[in-house]
Structure formats: structure tokens, C-alpha cells
């Protein structure tokens, strides 16, 4: 299985500041034939179901603030909230779908400083 | 607009059984792959099944394997997930979700309770 690892734990980040967070897999999640990065991005809040912010590892579903981006290749990838809001207190997980089973990181909570 | 909503969740006694449901409508359900996706309380997600648009293509990870069968009913619109030989480790939370590489479509969950 391919392991997916994310970092930090956990972060405070001033309102209107920059959140980053980095999730790295145990093996290329790059399907070479495609040039894809087989990598998605969920937010998730206390009582409600994971939403997805981005496949295709830079890929921004419809509906979701410009303020998040993902960004990486291979077995390195980032997601970043360019100027974090009160409503963006979550945890954030990764996820690869490049080999079944679909594997997601631990997750990384975010919370105002 | 999709929906999905899960039930059959609850408290159960080790050892027992439980079948999970999962209504689907305002796609055309019968046209996609849909998993089961779960997260025990304080943990992370766990991508446990997935069952292709006929039954031909059925995935289950290891730590259900020979526990939990996954059935879907192109007619009804649903997906099921029989659960036996429940352990207090299958406490979570259950989700529907469309799909079986990333899903943007999930449900509320329903919550099922391993506990004697």
C-alpha cells in the first residue's frame, strides 16, 4: 500500500495569513502516461463529510475559493490557503487514488492563531 | 442535485451484525463506481470498499475482508454494505461516497457503535 504522510501535525495561522501544508506518498503517485498526479485534497469539518478542494493534485473543484491551491509532483505535494478565514478551521487530508487501496494521510488541523 | 444519504447505523454488541444503506439519487447511479469510506472517532478516514457499476468489480481493504460485502441495486438506486463479526475497531463513522478515486459527492454518514 502506499503510505501517505503529512506535515505538520498541526498549525495556527494568523487570520489573513498563509497556511501550508505538505503531504508527501511512500512511492510516485505520477502515472507517466497521463502526466497526472493521482492526488486529492479534503477539508473536514466536525459532523459534516469530507469536501473535496482538489484532484488531480493542483486541479480546483468547482465551487471552491480561489484561496486554496495544490501544487507538487511525484511523491511531494502541497496545499496552501493563500489568506486563511475563520471558516477554514478544519483538518486536511490527502489522498491518493494512483493504486487501490486509495490511501489518505493523517490529516492536519488548522486553527486561527 | 446529488444526494446521498446513509442509515442502518447503531449500537451493537461484538460479534454482531448490521447492513448499512445508502439512497442515491440525482445522478444516474447506475453509471458509477461507489464506496464506502469510514472514520473512527478521533481518527482518519479509512477507504474500506468500492463496487464497480455491475458486481464484477469489488475492492475491500484487508481490514474487512471476509467481514463486510458490499451490494449495490441499480433499480433502487442504493448501495449496501452487510457488516458481520463487528469489533469495537469498526466504530466509526460510515460514508457513502460516488466514485472510487476522489469523490466531490458524499453523505452525511451514519454512525455505527461496537460496544457490549
Known amino acids: 500500500d502506499i503510505v501517505m504522510t503529512q506535515s505538520p501535525d498541526s498549525l495556527a495561522v494568523s487570520l489573513g495569513e498563509r497556511a501550508t501544508i505538505n503531504c508527501k506518498s511512500s512511492q510516485s503517485i505520477l502515472y507517466s502516461s497521463t502526466n497526472k498526479n493521482y492526488l486529492a485534497w479534503y477539508q473536514k469539518k466536525p459532523g459534516q463529510p469530507p469536501k473535496l478542494l482538489v484532484y488531480?493534485?493542483?486541479t480546483r473543484e468547482s465551487g471552491v475559493p480561489d484561496r486554496f491551491s495544490g501544487s507538487g509532483s511525484g511523491t511531494e505535494f502541497t496545499l496552501t490557503i493563500s489568506s486563511l478565514q475563520a471558516e477554514d478551521v478544519a483538518v486536511y487530508y490527502c489522498q491518493q487514488y494512483f493504486t487501490t487501496p486509495q490511501t489518505f494521510g493523517p490529516g492536519t488541523k488548522v486553527e486561527i492563531k | 442535485q446529488v444526494q446521498l444519504v446513509e442509515s442502518g447505523g447503531g449500537l451493537v454488541k461484538p460479534g454482531g451484525s448490521l447492513r448499512l444503506s445508502c439512497a442515491a439519487s440525482?445522478?444516474?447511479?447506475?453509471?458509477?463506481?461507489m464506496s464506502w469510506i469510514r472514520q473512527a472517532p478521533g481518527k482518519g478516514l479509512e477507504w474500506i470498499s468500492f463496487i464497480g457499476t455491475s458486481t464484477s468489480i469489488i475492492y475491500y481493504a484487508d481490514s474487512v475482508k471476509g467481514r463486510f460485502t458490499i451490494s449495490r441495486d441499480n433499480g433502487n438506486n442504493s448501495l449496501y454494505l452487510q457488516m458481520n463479526s463487528l469489533t469495537a475497531e469498526d466504530t466509526a463513522v460510515y460514508y457513502c461516497?460516488?466514485?472510487?478515486?476522489?469523490?466531490?459527492?458524499w453523505g452525511q454518514g451514519t454512525l455505527v457503535t461496537v460496544s457490549s
Open positions: 440525482g445522478f444516474t447511479f447506475r453509471d458509477y463506481y
Open positions: 461516497a460516488r466514485d472510487k478515486r476522489y469523490s466531490a459527492y
Open positions: 488531480w493534485a493542483s
